[in-house]
């Protein structure tokens, strides 16, 4: 079982940045691909980022390539986004997921999931 709590989110200006960071606790974290989704209102979660094992491989949404960033430390259980150039449309609650596979990661179905933090760029 792997437990994931997100923070970091809020409100910010279109322009400004967040850094959003999950925490994970229960087993091994370094066996865990990461990844982060999003959902805005009224839409279907999409996927945003996903790191491998050791941070060496990213992957990105087109919507945010160039702007956000995913990094992990495996020493600290942690994993972040870095979300710059933020827009309205990033408007959205943020989702961690873990899961062994990176390719089912991404799919959207990992086997674990956080509870979300929500984060609002105002125009």
């Known amino acids: 079982q792997v437990q994931l709590v997100e923070s970091g989110g809020g409100l910010v200006q279109a322009g400004g940045s967040l850094r959003l960071f999950c925490a994970a606790s229960g087993r091994t974290f370094s066996m865990y691909a990461m990844g982060w989704f999003r959902q805005a209102p009224g839409k279907e979660r999409e996927f945003v980022a996903s790191i491998s094992l050791t941070g060496a491989i990213k992957y990105y949404a087109d919507s945010v390539k160039g702007r956000f960033t995913v990094s992990r430390d495996n020493a600290k259980n942690t994993v972040y986004l870095q979300m710059n150039s933020l827009a309205p449309e990033d408007t959205a609650v943020y989702y961690c997921?873990?899961?062994?596979?990176?390719?089912?990661?991404?799919?959207?179905?990992?086997?674990?999931w956080g509870q979300g933090t929500q984060v609002t760029v105002s125009s």
């Open positions: 997921a873990a899961d062994p596979d990176t390719r089912r990661l991404r799919v959207g179905s990992p086997d674990y």
